[in-house]
């Protein structure tokens, strides 16, 4: 068993080192390719170390690397214990985690528990038996309704579109919460849960920090899997939280998440966070109880519009929810959403706020999560349609666009494509021609770029004891406007999402998002003071 001993000594004797840490997400098709296939792979990530360095993160979460036929670009995984050769191979991510860790960055990894992909050997054996067989039962088939069991058994739609089942030749049918390529498991069966306790096992033991667990208010279904209420929405996106929705959040999840927990304290110094798009404060809670996940990704933050009471309440929610038992999480942008840049009026007014959101995040006690390219301010891509390759494209009659535009190849270097991201310029998905300021290249030593003022603030936030201390105090503000103390270190942030200057709160400036106006801050604006 690996112990964090393993690590270079400054880090290795925090064992929660998570409780305030900054995490970068890399979406790993599409962060750096290494042998010219146009795809994103481990030795790619391996050879940005030093870039991550000086950005100045604590750890990363790299998205499924595992064997797949990619229908969901990883998210269908046919061998949870190898990896894609489309990435390299166990040897590659043996090397990625040593390099890592000797550049003090912790790796954690995705793991995919509430589905399989179809061609997963289990489901393939289903498929190859009959109705009724121990090889069926490790999923969810079911007859289907009408006098003939041609309709699907009951109602619910899967989040890419269309029903959530599909009917075999024998005329049973298979549940798909996501796309027909990743059936459903069945976690009341024993061996489903052998399996991912073997699959923590398999990557703890070869190092990992810790795991980003899928859908983890997915997998428990409820009994009888009774028909949902529809409405629209509920099957266009991952971001379904209704408290009615019978497909997410049953009671039997928690049993799964105590079973994660007790094999990950066994490696002292690992942790686990979930996806949980669960709103309601008190249900979110019970997934990061002393004995379930250590962190929950809270997507409030995420689902705010710009403007200071929106963020304001998202701020207080994602607190008060986990207040006394779990750090916050904060995240703004990943691989399944709009970008924030465009999320708030794209332009120039986009990189404004999204400059001001950062500081923002970034003074917010809690977890940090980035998604690979917001440090350099990247907007969504409007992709034209013959690059589209999300399933949810096809899968919503192509009416919904799906989240290609935000995992568009990230450009490191130079002025035209691949930005260094690859050799070829025949990139996954293509990267558009006008990106050469976004470069990272074109930005480090530009002290006014987007990847300046993460340096500057991710330094700040990990050396200067303002930012000590778990809870916030909120100060009186003009309308439109917000500022907020940490209670412990004394840091103050403000922001203003008005149309007009407003006074700054007293204080010494350490850090603002753009420039001051004499002693009011500008709209669009956010500062750190002390
Ligand atoms: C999660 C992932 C998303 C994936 C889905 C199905 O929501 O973040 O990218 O498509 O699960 O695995």
Redesign the pocket.
Known sequence: MRRSSDLSPEIAEESAWWLDAVFYQVYVRSFADSNGDGVGDLDGIRSRLGYLELLGVDALWLTPFYRSPMA?HG?DVSDPRDVDPLFGDLAAFDRLVADAHEHNIRVTVDL?PN?TSNQHIWFQQALASPPGSPERARYIFREGRGYDGSQPPNNWPSIFGGPAWTRVADGQWYLHL?APQ?PDLNWEHPEVRQDLEQTLRFWLDRGVDGFRI??AHGMAKPDGLPDMELHPGSSSA?LVDDADDPRFDNEGVHDIHRMIRKVMDGYPGTMAVG?IWVKDDQRFAQYVRPDELHLGFNFRLVEASYDADSIRSAIEHSLGAVAGIAPATWTLSN??VVRHVTRYGDGAAGVQRARAMALVELALPGVIYLYNGEELGLPNVELPDWALQDPTWERSGRTERGRDGCRVPIPWEGGTPPFGFSTTANTWLPQPNEWGGFTAEAQLEDPGSMLSLYREALEHRKTNPAFAGDELEWYGAPPGCFAFRRKGGGLICALNTSGASVPLPPGQVLLSSGPMDGDQLPPDTAVWLV
Do not use: L, P, S, T
């Open positions: 969901d998210y995919v589905h996501f990743q899928d859908v991952v996806e691989h399944d």
